[in-house]
RNA sequence: GGAGAGUUGGCAGAGUGGUUGAAUGCGGCGGUCUUGAAAACCGUUAAGGAUGCAAGUCCUUCCGGGGUUCGAAUCCCUGACUCUCCGCCA
């Protein structure tokens, strides 16, 4: 969410972001709102005042036992009005708010600008495409013949989208999330952190899935509650709501989660196999820090997801997004796309956003700064990594010409 | 699932329907004292909003929502959560 008073003043700025992320949010509605609102908030403290001055003088003759019939005769008109006004003043606030909830989060300055994903930039590439001796296979012809995935079966339980690892490919899998766990944790310094898979309303407001995503996931209607389609949501609401004082920033957390993504709509492009799913397991960073740091400390987190592929061996580059590609949250991210021979393209694997403000202002996590001042933390967060499209890459890169594949060394130790 | 108790400021913990935004203690910050520190003493210490150049003034908030009342932390209804006991269960 944006500041009230920041929109106000960048009106214009507001205005191009919200085209150029292709979104849709009623600018001057809200400033009309905002007319509205402070007017009425100025005539319901006014009465208020009043009414509590004449509250005392009651108080006070009622205890020199004089009488009061006649101001209590007075304010009953007062708490009328102040009960209307209330009421004005609630409803024009909760419309004012589901408007300022479908505005999103401004571009980065330096984001490019763009109307598609044509217009990503390549950041830059690490390793080279592995060369063969043989026609690679894709990752599902892999799978096939060792045994590792079973899609159909997966189907038949649930649905489409919903894979079922079989004997060494449900080891890999574990093996993957232990992995990239411990090394976040050692080398990285982020704590570890096991999170609830199924969260609130409130909780999917202050990350900013909702109001605009409800469609795309999973809900428990009885409770009013959502599986989660990424850790970053009860991670990042750990401190909702809380002033942290300036001595536990930063604060660098690290947690696996399944995903569920309903995402319909989605069908037909790129779901071959492990490619788009609508349950997938996903190691994910996320950092609060201060304001000053939080550019500096995006690049970090890229390089922190970097190297998890880096120490598997896998070919990848670095995409940032332009605006368009940019999630509603985000005013900066950077996809990490991982080589996949067979497949013969680049996966994304890990998205890394600074989010500003934004997700702070939504979920109420706030720091002192040095002097003592309250501000809103900056939260970001990255995949450290997705495994689906990570296991895609290792079996193609890793495949044998009699069509085993190998294991890399680094994994070894969680294989057993 | 059943029964009971509870939810107040950073924490602990008072609170009679009427100067209670809230006693007291702890913690934090500033000061006095001290070579320095501790102790002691003094002062200070919530968030959000409206208005104003500012100083300030005013309003809201005692888990959330609704109600009673001239007036609610205090009374009523409702929801959430926590704890204790019982039941069930991996």
Redesign the pocket.
């Given at each position: 969410m944006l500041d009230l008073k920041f929109i106000r003043a960048n009106l214009e700025l507001v205005r191009q972001a919200i085209a150029n992320k292709n979104e849709k949010a009623d600018l001057d509605k809200v400033l009309a709102l905002d007319d509205i609102r402070?007017k009425l908030?100025?005539d319901?403290?006014?009465l208020?005042?009043r009414?509590?001055?004449v509250?005392?003088e009651?108080?006070n003759k009622?205890r020199n036992k004089e009488d009061a019939t006649e101001l209590?005769e007075q304010?009953?008109s007062?708490?009328e009005q102040i009960k209307q006004l209330a009421a004005e003043l609630?409803d024009v606030e909760n419309e004012l708010n589901a408007i300022l909830m479908w505005i999103p989060n401004v571009p980065f300055k330096d984001v490019p600008v763009g109307k598609d994903e044509s217009f990503n930039r390549e950041v830059r590439q690490w390793g080279t495409k592995p060369e063969f001796s043989f026609t690679p296979k894709d990752h599902l012809e892999v799978a096939s013949q060792n045994n590792l995935l079973d899609m159909q079966r997966g189907a038949k339980i649930t649905g489409s989208g919903f894979p079922v690892y079989t004997g060494l490919g449900a080891t890999l899998e574990r093996a993957l999330i232990n992995f990239m766990l411990t090394f976040h944790q050692q080398k990285h310094g982020y704590t570890e952190m096991w999170v609830p898979f199924i969260v609130n309303r409130k909780t999917m407001t202050g990350t900013g899935q909702l109001p605009k995503l409800e469609n795309d996931m999973y809900r428990v209607d009885e409770e009013d509650f959502f599986l989660i389609p990424t850790a970053e949501v009860p991670i990042t609401n750990y401190y909702a709501d809380e002033?942290l004082p300036l001595d536990k920033l930063p604060i660098k957390m690290v947690g696996y989660t399944p995903c569920f993504r309903r995402e319909a709509g989605s069908y037909g492009k790129d779901t071959k196999g492990l490619q788009r799913l609508h349950q997938f397991n996903k190691v994910e960073m996320v950092r609060f820090v201060h304001p000053d740091e939080s550019y500096a400390v995006l690049e970090e987190m890229v390089g922190n997801a970097e190297a998890i592929l880096q120490a598997l061996g896998l070919h990848y580059r670095v995409v940032e997004l332009c605006t368009a590609d940019l999630s509603f949250a985000s005013a900066r991210t950077y996809d990490l796309e991982v080589w996949a021979p067979g497949t013969g393209r680049y996966l994304e694997v890990s998205s890394v956003s600074n989010f500003e403000d934004f997700q702070a202002r939504r979920a109420g996590i706030?720091f002192r700064d040095a002097d003592g001042k309250?501000r809103f933390v900056h939260t970001l967060n990255g995949s450290g990594l997705a495994t689906p499209r990570t296991i895609i890459a290792l079996l193609e890169t890793y495949q044998q010409a009699d069509g085993s594949f190998k294991i890399p060394d680094i994994l070894q130790r969680w294989i057993g």
């Open positions: 402070r908030q100025f319901f403290d006014s208020k005042a009414q509590n001055q509250s005392q009651i108080a009622k209590i304010m009953g007062v708490s609630s002033i706030r309250v």
